[in-house]
C-alpha cells in the first residue's frame, strides 16, 4: 500500500492540472466567430449519429466571453439535442487561429480507417485488405466494388469510416468473380502491375454490356492492348477499350462501349438484371 501510495505521488508531479473543462445548457452566452464557414448538412449528421450512438462529451473552446472558436458544428448538435455544453476556456485561441487550426486538420483517409479497424480485427475490413492484396487495385474501387457500386456511394463510405462496413457472402462472392475477370484482362498485357481505377471503372461498367465477353477481352487486350499505354482517365480507356473490343466484330456482337457508358444504359442493365 505504502509503495503505491508513493507511485501515486510520483505520477501527481509529473501530471499537473493544466486547464478545467466547463459544462452548461446556457446555449445563449455562446457566440459564433465570424466568418467561421458554415457547417454541412453532412457534417451535422456524422456529429450527431456519432453522439446519439456514444456521446463521448468532446469540448469546444472558446474564449472568456463564450465566443466559439473551435467546436461550432459539435456545439449546434448539442444545442439541437438539449445536451450539455463542455467546454474549455482558451484566450490564446484567437479568431485569426480558427483558420489556421482547421488547415492543420486531417480527416482520416479510407486507409487510416482500414489499418484502424483491420488492427481490430474486424471481419469485413480485413477482406477489403485481402481483396486490395489480391488483386492489387486501390482501396476505393474495392470498397465500392465490394457493394456492386463503381465507386463507394455516399452512404458506403460513410459506413465504411463509421466502422458499420458489413460484408455478405454473396457480395464478396460476386466482387470475386467481375474482379477476377478484370484481372485476367489486364495481366495479359500488364502482368503483376496495379490496375489502375481508370480501367477497372470503365470494365465494372462494360461488364454490364450484354456483348460483353472476357474471352474477347482478352484477345483485344494481347492484338490491341498497346492503345491503353496512354489513358490516364476513365473516359480515354472507354473510348480505347470499345475500339479494341470492337475491332473486326459484327455490328450485333460490337460493345458500342462509349454509347454505353455515355447513354448510362449499364444502369439500365442493371436495373434489369435486379428485377
Request: proline residues 2%.
Amino acid at each position: 500500500m505504502q509503495q503505491e501510495s508513493r507511485s501515486k505521488m510520483k505520477n501527481n508531479k509529473k501530471h499537473k492540472q493544466h486547464t478545467i473543462v466547463y459544462s452548461t445548457k446556457d446555449y445563449a452566452w455562446f457566440k459564433k466567430t465570424r466568418g467561421n464557414r458554415d457547417a454541412t448538412v453532412n457534417h451535422c449528421r456524422k456529429i450527431r449519429n456519432s453522439i446519439v450512438e456514444k456521446d463521448l462529451e468532446m469540448v469546444i473552446y472558446v474564449n472568456n466571453n463564450g465566443t466559439i472558436r473551435e467546436g461550432h458544428t459539435t456545439f449546434e448538435v448539442r444545442k439541437d439535442l438539449g445536451l450539455p455544453i463542455y467546454y474549455i476556456m482558451n484566450d490564446k485561441f484567437v479568431s485569426e487561429d480558427v483558420s489556421r487550426f482547421n488547415k492543420t486538420r486531417e480527416n482520416w483517409t479510407f486507409s487510416d480507417t482500414l489499418n484502424f479497424y483491420v488492427t481490430r480485427n474486424t471481419r469485413s475490413y480485413k477482406v477489403v485488405k485481402q481483396k486490395m492484396a489480391k488483386y492489387f487495385m486501390p482501396i476505393q474501387e474495392t470498397v465500392g466494388l465490394l457493394k456492386a457500386e463503381t465507386s463507394p456511394s455516399k452512404d458506403t463510405s460513410e459506413d465504411f469510416k463509421d466502422g458499420k462496413y458489413n460484408l455478405k457472402y454473396s457480395e464478396i462472392k460476386k466482387f470475386d468473380d467481375l474482379v477476377g475477370d478484370m484481372r485476367k484482362i489486364w495481366d495479359v498485357r500488364y502482368a503483376g502491375k496495379k490496375m489502375p481505377r481508370s480501367f477497372i471503372r470503365m470494365a465494372a461498367k462494360a461488364a454490364k454490356n450484354p456483348n460483353w465477353s472476357v474471352e474477347r477481352g482478352k484477345i483485344a487486350m494481347k492484338n490491341h492492348g498497346a492503345k491503353l499505354d496512354g489513358c490516364k482517365s476513365e473516359q480515354e480507356m472507354v473510348d480505347n477499350f470499345g475500339i479494341i473490343f470492337d475491332k473486326g466484330l459484327d455490328k450485333s456482337k460490337r460493345l458500342n462501349l462509349k454509347r454505353f457508358v455515355e447513354d448510362k444504359l449499364y444502369e439500365k442493365q442493371e436495373k434489369r438484371i435486379l428485377n
